[in-house]
């Protein structure tokens, strides 16, 4: 069983502006196990900084349930989310002024969040000197940042959140005032960081070079958690294809939604723009996926019209009614409850858009999916 370290469960969070009220995450869910290191993209206005923001202790959801190292982050009083904040996460920032005080030296950046911590000064000494030279600046202690280049100020930040030791290392657009050879220095140095030191790492980024080092990439859409993309254990042969939304090679990452426990799920942006599913669509049960037609495209199966089952939903015999499910205009929809009893999703599936039709396929079948679901294709959509 994985030991995790994050868990949002159903985390929900409005801001009010005025007389408006601005849902930024609505039903996220994550979970992150100890040591991974994880990238979070998504669009402007998605949710991702919100989320850094509440795993960082520094705003509270709105509801929903959200725990780090064993902390329930919903029920600390302030003394107690100081000390979270101090102790069990640290934070690296896109701009350099918010990680380091520019009049103290860059030793003494790094001393202070232990000083804070109450420790002493023989140690802290100590363990400053042994973290610049972790990142490769113990020759520059005495310096200020201001007398640093722009990848050495965020390898000091990094010193400096990993001062005091955290469980997380949270990280908002780590690289995006950097140039590309920094930028990879950069990350490299912090994947290296990650495995020596095992501290799990959650990056914010745009960048698809960040996104293609490290364990998962996560994306978030209108405040969920909507892909999911993981580098696979053994490359694949030439595709040609990449992921939908970072961009990764098909043939170094594997992509896949997430399906929640009652069978919500969000289809990504390009299976809405392929297939004109227009709010509905009509759920076919295969022997080992699922398919999507928009509704009434397809020939409904004979053996329901000759059954005497009835409708899932409110029990309507299947002889006159056959059922539909709704899809928002983002891409949203649930799945029947049969669709998840009868195919082991286990919390995620993998897209194929086919000519006429959206297929779910479940994870553990990938191997098989892409011969499967071509053959699977082309019968259907001869009809």
């Given at each position: 069983m994985q030991d995790l370290l994050i868990?949002?469960?159903?985390l929900i969070k409005i801001y009010k502006v005025d007389d408006l009220e601005v849902v930024a995450l609505q039903g996220l869910d994550?979970?992150?196990?100890r040591g991974e290191m994880i990238a979070i993209v998504g669009a402007s206005g998605s949710g991702k900084s919100t989320l850094l923001n509440i795993l960082g202790g520094l705003d509270n959801p709105s509801a929903g349930r959200v725990t780090v190292a064993g902390h329930d982050l919903t029920r600390l009083n302030e003394r107690q989310r100081t000390r979270y904040r101090g102790l069990i996460v640290g934070h690296v920032w896109q701009q350099s002024g918010r990680n380091l005080l520019a009049d103290l030296t860059i030793a003494d950046n790094v001393d202070l969040p232990q000083i804070f911590k109450g420790v002493s000064a023989s140690r802290y000494k100590r363990r400053t000197r042994e973290l610049l030279e972790i990142v490769g600046l113990g020759d520059m202690a005495r310096k200020k940042p201001d007398q640093l280049s722009g990848g050495e100020q965020q390898r000091v930040a990094l010193a400096v959140a990993l001062a005091n030791e955290p469980s997380l290392l949270l990280a908002d657009e780590p690289t995006g005032e950097l140039d590309s050879a920094t930028t990879q220095e950069i990350i490299s140095f912090m994947r290296g960081l990650n495995k020596e030191m095992g501290v799990t790492i959650l990056i914010v980024t745009h960048d698809v070079a960040v996104a293609s080092v490290v364990d998962r990439t996560l994306a978030i859409r209108d405040g969920r958690t909507s892909t999911e993309t993981v580098r696979r254990n053994q490359p694949l042969l030439a595709t040609g294809g990449a992921s939908v939304v970072v961009g990764l090679p098909g043939e170094t990452h594997q992509e896949s939604i997430f399906i929640?426990?009652?069978?919500?799920?969000?289809l990504p942006a390009e299976a809405m723009e392929q297939v004109a599913l227009r709010g509905r669509a009509d759920v076919r049960i295969a022997s080992d996926h699922v398919e999507l037609w928009p509704s009434g495209l397809h020939e409904h199966d004979q053996d329901a019209e000759q059954s005497d089952g009835s409708s899932a939903v409110i029990g309507l015999s299947l002889r006159l009614h056959y059922?539909?499910?709704?899809?928002?205009?983002?891409g949203r929809l649930q799945l029947p409850r049969e669709t998840l009893e009868r195919v082991p999703f286990n919390g995620r599936a993998q897209v194929r858009i086919a000519s006429y039709?959206?297929?779910?396929?479940?994870?553990?079948?990938e191997s098989n999916m892409p011969e499967q679901a071509g053959q699977h294709a082309g019968r259907k959509d001869e009809k």
């Amino acid at each position: 069983m994985q030991d995790l370290l994050i868990i949002c469960d159903n985390l929900i969070k409005i801001y009010k502006v005025d007389d408006l009220e601005v849902v930024a995450l609505q039903g996220l869910d994550l979970e992150v196990a100890r040591g991974e290191m994880i990238a979070i993209v998504g669009a402007s206005g998605s949710g991702k900084s919100t989320l850094l923001n509440i795993l960082g202790g520094l705003d509270n959801p709105s509801a929903g349930r959200v725990t780090v190292a064993g902390h329930d982050l919903t029920r600390l009083n302030e003394r107690q989310r100081t000390r979270y904040r101090g102790l069990i996460v640290g934070h690296v920032w896109q701009q350099s002024g918010r990680n380091l005080l520019a009049d103290l030296t860059i030793a003494d950046n790094v001393d202070l969040p232990q000083i804070f911590k109450g420790v002493s000064a023989s140690r802290y000494k100590r363990r400053t000197r042994e973290l610049l030279e972790i990142v490769g600046l113990g020759d520059m202690a005495r310096k200020k940042p201001d007398q640093l280049s722009g990848g050495e100020q965020q390898r000091v930040a990094l010193a400096v959140a990993l001062a005091n030791e955290p469980s997380l290392l949270l990280a908002d657009e780590p690289t995006g005032e950097l140039d590309s050879a920094t930028t990879q220095e950069i990350i490299s140095f912090m994947r290296g960081l990650n495995k020596e030191m095992g501290v799990t790492i959650l990056i914010v980024t745009h960048d698809v070079a960040v996104a293609s080092v490290v364990d998962r990439t996560l994306a978030i859409r209108d405040g969920r958690t909507s892909t999911e993309t993981v580098r696979r254990n053994q490359p694949l042969l030439a595709t040609g294809g990449a992921s939908v939304v970072v961009g990764l090679p098909g043939e170094t990452h594997q992509e896949s939604i997430f399906i929640d426990r009652v069978g919500i799920l969000q289809l990504p942006a390009e299976a809405m723009e392929q297939v004109a599913l227009r709010g509905r669509a009509d759920v076919r049960i295969a022997s080992d996926h699922v398919e999507l037609w928009p509704s009434g495209l397809h020939e409904h199966d004979q053996d329901a019209e000759q059954s005497d089952g009835s409708s899932a939903v409110i029990g309507l015999s299947l002889r006159l009614h056959y059922e539909t499910i709704l899809v928002d205009r983002v891409g949203r929809l649930q799945l029947p409850r049969e669709t998840l009893e009868r195919v082991p999703f286990n919390g995620r599936a993998q897209v194929r858009i086919a000519s006429y039709h959206v297929e779910l396929w479940p994870m553990s079948v990938e191997s098989n999916m892409p011969e499967q679901a071509g053959q699977h294709a082309g019968r259907k959509d001869e009809k």
